[in-house]
């Protein structure tokens, strides 16, 4: 489409790395006006089998690679007065699951920042927007490349759906600067549930997170992860999971359907 793109890979959890990397951006290719937090990586495994500076490290990237990312962003866009930040969180940021107590906690913490931060950026009648997007489960490689402790191979939690679905979800926030965008009904399930019935589901997932969580074959010992750094090879964007993916969330396309009725009818009426 006559753009251009600039690869850099740097280790989120690192602040002047970060802010390394949007300078260089900016100097190449020119201003940013999307910034989009994503980096993950996590530890499957009960709490007490993970140790202290292991899930350290998954907050430092999962939580602090966000906040770096929101600041190396913001100290660009505000003084322009222009720009969006788009934070990838998870339902797991409002309603936790057994086994993933590190992850859970650090989308947990992106999720009290951004809320935050927002505000500031309200008080100063800033035009820069903080978005958030929250995902239900995700056919990536992830589960075959963090770190687990787990008997059997690790498996996100039915329903699953394709990455794609996702990428859609981040686009329509950073052209529209909605405030929060839930990705499927699961998602939509468990974020309302958990205000309604937070102590049933905890009965529940302490009953089936175990199960759900992992697949039929046993779990391979010897697989590298990537809680230290990153493991070498092209994994593409997709897991093991297509067979069980959804390529779209009917939620989500009503959602924007909705949205899209509901402008054009505020169209008329100015008109």
């Not at 900016?26 to 993970?50: H, K, R």
């Not at 100063?124 to 963090?146: I, W, Y």
Request: glycine share 8%; hydrophobic share 45%; proline share 5%.
């Amino acid at each position: 489409m006559g753009g251009r793109s600039m690869v850099i890979s740097v280790d989120v959890a690192d602040a002047d790395a970060v802010e390394a990397a949007a300078a260089a951006v900016e100097s190449e290719i020119g201003p940013i006006d999307v910034w989009v937090n994503v980096a993950m990586t996590s530890v499957f495994a009960p709490f007490l089998e993970i140790e202290a500076r292991e899930f350290a490290r998954v907050t430092e990237v999962t939580y602090l690679g966000f906040v770096n990312g929101t600041r190396a962003a913001l100290r660009r866009m505000v003084p322009r007065n222009h720009g969006v930040v788009v934070q990838v969180g998870s339902a797991l940021a409002y309603r936790s699951i057994p086994l993933q107590s590190a992850y859970c906690g650090a989308k947990h913490a992106m999720q009290g920042f951004t809320d935050s931060v927002r505000c500031e950026l309200l008080h100063e009648r800033s035009a820069v927007r903080l978005s958030t997007v929250h995902l239900p489960a995700m056919n990536t490689p992830q589960f075959d490349t963090v770190l687990s402790r787990l008997a059997r191979r690790a498996q996100p939690v039915a329903p699953i759906y394709q990455p794609e679905v996702a990428a859609e979800a981040v686009v329509g926030v950073a052209e529209s600067g909605r405030r929060q965008v839930w990705v499927g009904a699961s998602t939509v399930g468990a974020i309302l549930g958990n205000r309604v019935i937070p102590g049933l589901l905890d009965r529940y997932l302490g009953r089936t997170g175990y199960s759900a969580q992992q697949a039929d074959e046993p779990a391979d010992r010897d697989r590298a992860s990537n809680l230290w750094q990153p493991i070498p090879g092209d994994r593409g964007a997709h897991g093991r999971f297509d067979g069980q993916a959804h390529g779209r969330s009917l939620q989500l396309r009503s959602r924007a359907a909705l949205t899209g009725a509901r402008r054009f009818i505020e169209a008329q009426v100015r008109r």
